[in-house]
């Protein structure tokens, strides 16, 4: 069934919550390409240097997007195996500088936005270019 088949069923309201998760997972995760590195880093590796609050503060962030999934009516594994990358992210990042440097591969938030755009059949590109 091709991708724009699957979306039909959803709203503007839901078009715009998917939207605005995306929106976040790409300033969290992805916002920046290191220029040397050719790596792309977001708010999550920045803010994770600050000790503790950082973390505390992109954990929350992740759980808005966990949030939205579940308003959007994602199924219970699906919310499961998101809270399980968070977690993962959250962990990891509680280790000083090796979990920054993991923060910057991992992008949990990218991750849980991946699990929503591929539960309703919708790439990125398609989802822009919804009005």
Known sequence: MPASASTKHLTSIELGRIRRAVGIARLMDTAVRLPVLGVRIGADSILGLIPAVGDVATSLIGLYILNEARRLGIPNDKLARMA????IDAAGGTVPLLGDIFDVYFKSHRRNVGIILNHFGISED???RRI
Do not use: D, S, Y
């Open 84 to 87: 399980v990358n968070l977690g």
């Open 126 to 128: 398609e989802l822009n």
